[in-house]
Every structure is written in C-alpha cells, then in structure tokens.
C-alpha cells in the first residue's frame, strides 16, 4: 500500500477542493439515491453493495479562484485516498467494495467531464495492476454500459472507484489493449502503486500524457 503525502504537508494546490460531507453512504449535500437504484441494472454488484454499506460517497466542491490542474491534482489525491480504501475494503468484500467522489463546481457539465479527465486516465493506469477500476461520470451527460445500452445520466459529477470484475472489466476496456491486459492479470499483493513515480500531480500528468490514447472504435 501506499503512504500519500501527509495531510499537513504543504502543497500549493491544497483547497482547490472544499470537502462538503465526508464519506457517508447516504449522503445529506447530494441525493444519488434514486440514481443509485436505477444504475442496479448497469452494475450487478452495486444493489448488494448499497445493501451491505459498501458503496460510499465523499462530496467536494470546486473553490474559487483556483486553475483548473490545481483543481485536477486535488482530486486526483482524493482518489488515491478513496482507491487505498477500495483496496483494504476488497480483500474482504471483493467486488463489492466502491468509493465515490462528487465534485460540485459552478463550470458547465462539459467543463465538469475535461476536470476529471486527466485524473481519471492517470489513476486507471496506475491501479489496474492492482485490481482497481475507475469511471468518471459528469452531470447530466447520457454514458453507456459495457453492453452499449444507455445508463440514466448522473445528477452530479463524481469519480467511481471499485474493486474490479476480472470477467468482465477488461472487455470493457478494449479501447485500450494494454490497460485491459493489465486488469485480466491484476495482483493485488500489497505493492505501492508510487513504486516507481513519486506521487505527486506534475509528474503524475507528465507520465498520463505519455501513454498510449485510446483506440478509436
């Protein structure tokens, strides 16, 4: 497992985001409850992972005044924190483990999608080795499930962290060959996922950027 930067340790993105709510598996600032019961049919685990409290949800608000790759890097730390839980929760709960960060942000839904796109690219690389699955979902805008059928589109933007179904994640990821191929032989044994790149966003996006993009369909 990893050990992020500790809490007190400065960084000049620190409050890009403002924390809401901390996690809560009904949380009071957003209601994702009747988009919830609605995605059952999308995710055949998450019905029993709602049932059992292992789906939560963190809520942060974009802060004023701050660029948007301020905005990118503290979410993206978020996410390490949310996916380091997924990992500790899956050992027990497998696929039922889920994590979810909501980001509140006055930008228009388009802008919500591109604040969370580098993030989202970034984690999913760094974490299929390990077994964990990331989706990025921005308000109001139609996505598909891995079978193409249109899913109800969320009521706010959030970051989905899950413990991955290794039957049948990787064909979801076929845009992308080498991500996909990584989840089919994912091993969770503990190892720091910073191993070889220090956890920190300037160097995180500069390696994102390098990667492969995804295949056009």
Known sequence: MITTPPEGAPRPTAGALRLVEIRSENPASVDMSVYVE???E???????????????WTVYEVTAGFDRYAVEAELFLAAVHAAERVRLLAKRHGALACENIVVLAGAPDPDQRHLMAWPHWALKHLYAPVGIMFGKFAQGV???????????PAPFSFLSVRASVR??????????????TALAGADDDGRDVFEKIPCDWKTVREWASSLPAPRKP
């Open 38 to 40: 609605e995605m059952y």
């Open 42 to 56: 999308h995710c055949p685990f998450l019905q029993a992972s709602t049932a059992r409290g292992m789906t939560g």
């Open 142 to 152: 139609q996505e598909s499930d891995r079978s193409g059928r249109n899913i109800p």
């Open 167 to 180: 039957r049948l994640d990787p064909i979801f990821l076929k845009d992308t060959p080498d991500l996909s």
